[in-house]
């Protein structure tokens, strides 16, 4: 990834060298300690001219007049007070962070007439500056700004408020939330050829120096333990699948974890029911569901949260082989269900099947919430806008949609019922791994739930979240790490303590 800027935290302070934006409210109005950064009244004049109201995410830059120490102020609009909201100060950031440029030295003052700044607002604006920086440039030999132009070097950024001491703290937790964002980007972002199942494996191996207990089942041992699900989608690659078993022990020894499941196919081709070679590329992204379980057991560690956690993540590739399952062909899961494969690109729900019911059955969760880019339906029924939402428990569901709505992961729950379910029985077995064209992403969920018995479980489809998503302002990346955030949340307002 790209080199990102280094944040501090000040009190409030007279103008030095270098750049400074300020924050200005509704009707343009701004603070007292914004004022101190404004070079010779210039924004008195500047707001008019380019009729800036203070509307949220306006700005205005002027120059700084001969003899001033700093050489621009730019003026961000935050709009009333009493509709910004925690991901507002997060879009702050980023919007912020756009403004950046090439300035090696910039102060933020993050400021408001009337308004109170808190060190977890600061800390908000922060991380939304890291995440909108990032960016994956790894395999470039030439680093330079587009234009031919060297890069700039990450600049240095102060953040002037009212209480430094308190922002440093909030900002020690917010960094292990970015920190698990940009994990998970880096590993959608990876190449296939760089990225595969046993360097995933390795990736999040790497987990333990946070305290995370890490397990790596081999082939070997998933064979033991009857994974026939998850090993006919990895047969016809040369590339050993890995079952990868991550545990945070941070609440107490006789509560049960909370378990999050990964679909981790490092590679899709489709296998023989191959896809088409437009776009076959992105299936790199494949992935992004291990990805965000990866980055959320990063952030979980890095924060010591409170709660027991069980990440696990199936990762495999899924090629065409003399060697790879043919559509018709009959697995039996590692839950003894047996499944018919009549496409082998409907691969993903055959990895979680065996993940999901290793998962029930050794650790007996509160509940399970599996992550995958699983079906292109979803984004058919939801556009980009939104990841979609399966659930047997309601209670599980309302709790995942509300940290959807803080975090801005947005989720839309959508049906299940056993008229759903009928569609995915089959004559040669006990079910099949399609249900027809109508429905996809319906009959996906379906499929999973028959391995997870009556735990409370939820399913997210985040193939239209997950990679190739919009842009917006705390991410211009291809990889998004759509669900770190998200899951972050959940177990703060429901699971930790």
């Known amino acids: 990834m790209t080199s990102m800027p280094t944040i501090s935290f000040a009190k409030f302070a007279a103008p030095k060298k270098g750049s400074a934006i ?20 210039a924004f008195d004049r500047a707001f008019p001219v380019a009729d800036f109201s203070g509307k949220f995410g306006a700005t205005v830059e002027v120059l700084a007049p001969e003899g001033s120490p700093l050489d621009r102020v730019v003026a961000v609009g935050t709009g009333k007070a009493a509709d910004l909201n925690d991901y507002s100060w ?33 800390a908000k604006i922060a991380a939304g500056i890291l995440l909108r920086s990032y960016g994956f440039d790894k395999y470039k030999t030439k680093k330079d700004d587009g234009e031919g132009k060297p890069a700039a070097k990450p600049a240095k950024i102060t953040i002037h408020c009212a209480d430094p001491a308190a922002a440093k703290k909030a900002f020690a937790d ?10 998970a980007r880096d590993l959608v972002n990876e190449p296939a050829n760089v990225l595969g199942p046993v360097e995933f494996a390795a990736h999040a191996k790497e987990l333990e120096k946070l305290g995370v207990k890490v397990e790596v089942l081999t082939e070997k041992e998933m064979k033991k333990l009857g994974m026939g699900a998850l090993l006919g989608v990895a047969q016809g690659s040369v590339r050993p699948p890995r079952l990868v078993v991550m545990q945070w022990n941070g609440g107490k020894a006789k509560d049960k974890p909370v378990a999050f499941v990964g679909k981790g196919v490092v590679f899709d081709s489709g296998g023989v029911s191959i896809k088409p070679a437009a776009g076959m590329e992105d299936m790199k992204g494949d992935m992004g569901g291990a990805a965000a379980v990866t980055g959320l057991m990063h952030t979980l560690a890095a924060r010591k949260a409170k709660v027991n956690v069980v990440g696990i993540i199936g990762c495999v590739e899924n090629m065409v082989d003399g060697n790879a399952q043919r559509p018709g062909d009959i697995v039996t899961s590692m839950s003894g269900q047996t499944i018919e494969v009549l496409n082998t690109d409907a691969e993903g729900r055959l990895v979680l099947a065996d993940a ?49 709505l803080t975090t801005q992961e947005k989720l839309w729950r959508l049906p299940l019922g056993a008229e759903y379910d009928k569609l995915i029985d089959s004559k040669n077995a006990d079910m099949k791994n399609i249900g027809g064209r109508f429905g996809g992403s319906i009959t996906a969920a379906q499929f999973l739930q028959r391995f997870v018995k009556d735990t409370p479980w939820a399913h997210l489809d985040i193939a239209g979240t997950a990679m190739g998503s919009p842009s917006n302002e705390i991410n211009q990346s291809w990889g998004s790490g759509y669900g770190v955030r998200l899951l972050d949340q959940l177990v703060r307002d429901a699971y930790e303590g």
């Open 22 to 41: 300020v924050l200005a409210a509704d009707g343009g109005t701004m603070s007292d300690a914004a004022r101190a950064w404004d070079p010779g009244k």
């Open 90 to 122: 997060f879009r702050l950031g980023g919007i912020i962070a756009a403004q950046l440029r090439k300035a090696s030295e910039v102060a933020v003052v993050a400021d408001l007439p009337e308004t109170a700044v808190g060190g977890a607002e600061v």
């Open 174 to 183: 917010a960094q292990a939330v970015v920190d698990g964002v940009i994990l």
């Open 356 to 404: 999901l019911w290793y998962c029930n059955e050794r650790f007996e969760p509160k509940f399970m919430v599996n992550l995958a880019t699983l079906t292109g339906a979803v984004m058919v029924a939801l556009g980009q806008a939104h990841a979609g939402l399966f659930s047997n428990n309601d209670e599980l569901a309302e709790r995942l949609a509300a940290a959807g």
